[in-house]
C-alpha cells in the first residue's frame, strides 16, 4: 500500500490554501464543508474567494508567499500554477513536519486529496496514489451510480440508536447480522421513500423484543425507458441491480436487461404464448407469488410505467393483496421519441399543449374528444397507433386538422434500428404503408413535427438525395 488512507477531523481548525484561483477556490470549499478555518494566502482572488473573503468565511492572507504562513496551520494546500513556488511550499512544509498536498504534483504532495462519493456521513475515497487520477474519476461514478442515495440517512439511524443496538446485540456476530438486516431489509427502502418515520419505527421494533422481521418480498414497478439503456434512471438501475425476479415487457430492450443483476431471474411477461399474449391476470398472480415468496420483484415496463403502462391497475392489485410497491418512473415513448427525432413537443411559436393518446384503448376511438384533439396548436403523440392510422386520419381531418399539418412516426424510437418518417397529414396512411412502419412506432402530429427534416441528429443520416434505404426518412418532399 503506497498510501495510508485517513480520513481527517479538521472542524475549528486553522488550514492554509495557497492560490487565488479556481483549483484553490474548490480546495476552499470543500475544506470550509468540514467545518476547517480557512486561510486563503495570494496577492489578488478570484470573484468566488473575494466574496467569501469579504463575507468573512475564509481568512485572506494578502501577500505574496511567506513561510510563516505555514507555522500555526494543521494542512496546507499549494494550489498555484508556479511549479517552483509549490515546491517551496513542499519543501517549507517538510522542514515544519506539516502535512502538504500540491495539487495536481504527487511527488511533491505528503497527501493526496482523493476523488470522493458522499452519502454523508458515509464516504467513499478513491485514491490511484496520483498514477491516473481520471480512472479514479470514472471508479467514482461507477460508485455513484451503484451506492444508494438514501445510505447517508440510513448510517445516521444507526448513529442515533447506536447505544441500543449494541445493548440488543452484545456479540459482534449477532450484531453483525443486524447491520446486514438494517442494510438489506425494509428500513432502507423506507428512507428512498421518505419516510423516515416509518424506517425508524421499523427499526425500533427490531431492536425490541418483537426482533428482525423477517425479509419481505416487495415489487417495484420500473420504468425501462423507450430502449436506449443511457436512458435509465439511476433508481431503474439501482433496482435491476437489486431485483431476485425480473418480469419484463417485451418492449423492454435486450440491452436494458443486460444491466440487470446476473443472477436475477428474468421472465419475458410480453411473450406471446402460442400466439397470445401473457394474459394480465397471469402477470398479477406471478408476482403477487414471487413477492409473497419474499423476493425482491421488480416489474420492468418500456417507457414509464404511469403512461399507458397499465402500471395502474398493477400497482392497485397489489395494494389490494397487501403487497408492497415502489414506483419508479421512466421516460416515456413520446418524450424520448420526440427528443430522438429532433422535434420539440412544445414551441412558443407552434404548440402550446402536447397531449398523450392512444388509438387503441380499451373503448373505442369514438371516446376521443375528436374536436379538441384537431386544434392546430396541440402536439399530438400518439401510441400504439399504427393499426388504427386510417381512422385516425380521417377523424382529425373530418373534425378541421389541417390536411398540410405535419407529421412524424417514429420508428423503434432510440435504438440504432430508428427510423423517422415525415409528411402531411393527408399522405400519412399511405406513407406509413409504403415504408411498411412496424412497431413500436410513435406518432406525432403538429406543426412541431416538421423541425425533425432539420434537425435530426440520432441514427445514420442519409441525405435527401442519395436516393438509398434511408433510416432518417425525408419523404415529406414526395408528398
Ligand atoms: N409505457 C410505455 C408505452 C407502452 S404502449 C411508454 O411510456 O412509453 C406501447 C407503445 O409505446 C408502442 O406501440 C409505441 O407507440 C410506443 N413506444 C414504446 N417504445 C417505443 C419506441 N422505442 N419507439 C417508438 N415507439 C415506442
Redesign the pocket.
Known amino acids: 500500500m503506497k498510501l495510508y488512507p485517513l480520513f481527517a477531523d479538521l472542524k475549528g481548525l486553522p488550514v492554509l490554501v495557497i492560490g487565488g484561483g479556481a483549483v484553490a477556490e474548490r480546495k476552499v470549499a470543500a475544506l470550509l464543508a468540514t467545518g476547517a478555518k480557512v486561510r486563503v494566502g495570494a496577492p489578488q482572488l478570484n470573484p468566488a474567494l473575494a466574496r467569501l473573503a469579504g463575507g468573512g468565511q475564509v481568512t485572506w492572507l494578502h501577500d505574496c508567499y511567506q513561510s510563516a504562513w505555514l507555522d500555526d496551520v494543521w494542512l496546507a494546500i499549494a494550489a498555484t500554477d508556479d511549479r517552483a513556488l509549490n515546491a517551496q511550499v513542499a519543501a517549507d512544509a517538510a522542514a515544519r513536519r506539516l502535512l502538504v498536498n500540491v495539487v495536481d504534483d504527487a511527488s511533491l504532495s505528503r497527501f493526496h486529496v482523493p476523488a470522493v462519493v458522499d452519502r454523508s456521513p458515509l464516504m467513499v475515497a478513491i485514491s490511484t496514489a496520483g498514477a491516473a487520477p481520471a480512472l479514479a474519476r470514472r471508479v467514482r461514478e461507477t460508485l455513484e451510480r451503484v451506492l444508494d442515495h438514501a445510505l447517508g440517512a440510513l448510517v445516521t439511524l444507526a448513529q442515533q440508536h447506536r447505544s441500543s443496538i449494541v445493548h440488543r446485540f452484545p456479540g459482534l456476530a449477532e450484531r453483525r447480522g443486524f447491520y446486514d438486516w438494517l442494510h438489506d431489509g425494509p428500513v432502507l427502502p423506507l428512507l428512498r421513500r421518505a419516510q423516515p418515520a416509518e424506517a425508524e419505527h421499523v427499526m425500533l421494533d427490531a431492536l425490541s423484543a418483537l426482533g428482525v422481521e423477517p425479509a419481505r418480498g416487495s415489487v417495484t414497478l420500473v420504468?425501462a425507458g423507450?430502449?436506449d439503456p443511457g436512458l435509465l434512471t439511476l433508481q431503474a438501475l439501482r433496482a435491476l441491480n437489486q431485483a431476485d425476479v425480473i418480469l419484463h415487457d417485451q418492449?423492454v430492450s435486450a440491452d436494458v436487461l443486460a444491466m440487470a443483476r446476473r443472477d436475477a431471474e428474468c421472465i419475458d411477461v410480453g411473450k406471446r404464448c402460442a400466439g397470445r399474449h401473457v394474459p394480465q391476470d397471469h402477470t398479477h398472480q406471478l408476482m403477487l407469488a414471487h413477492a409473497r415468496a419474499g423476493k425482491r420483484v421488480v416489474r420492468l415496463?418500456?417507457?414509464?410505467?404511469f403512461?399507458?403502462?397499465r402500471g395502474g391497475e398493477e400497482m392497485a392489485f397489489l395494494r389490494r393483496h397487501g403487497v408492497d410497491c415502489e414506483i419508479v418512473p421512466?421516460i416515456?415513448?413520446?418524450v424520448?421519441?420526440a427528443a430522438y427525432a429532433g422535434i420539440p413537443l412544445t414551441h412558443r411559436d407552434y404548440a402550446q399543449s402536447v397531449c398523450l393518446l392512444?388509438a387503441h384503448g380499451k373503448d373505442t376511438t369514438d371516446t376521443l374528444d375528436w374536436h379538441a384533439l384537431a386544434n392546430h396548436r396541440l402536439t399530438l403523440a400518439?401510441?400504439?397507433?399504427?393499426e388504427r392510422i386510417d381512422v385516425l386520419t380521417a377523424r382529425l381531418l373530418e373534425y378541421g386538422r389541417r390536411a398540410d399539418t405535419p407529421f412524424a412516426l417514429?420508428?423503434?424510437?432510440?435504438?440504432p434500428l430508428?427510423r423517422v418518417i415525415t409528411g402531411a397529414l393527408h399522405a400519412l396512411p399511405a406513407l406509413a404503408r409504403q415504408h411498411a412502419v412496424g412497431?413500436?412506432?410513435?406518432?406525432i402530429i403538429g406543426e412541431v413535427a416538421a423541425m425533425a427534416r432539420d434537425h435530426a441528429w440520432f441514427g445514420e443520416l442519409v441525405s435527401h438525395r442519395s436516393g438509398t434505404t434511408v433510416t432518417q426518412d425525408a419523404c415529406a418532399e414526395t408528398v
Open positions: 420504468g423507450p430502449g418492449l415496463k418500456g417507457g414509464d410505467p403512461v399507458f403502462g421512466g416515456t415513448a413520446a424520448a421519441c392512444t400518439v401510441y400504439m397507433g399504427v417514429i420508428e423503434n424510437g432510440t435504438l430508428q412497431t413500436p412506432a410513435l406518432l
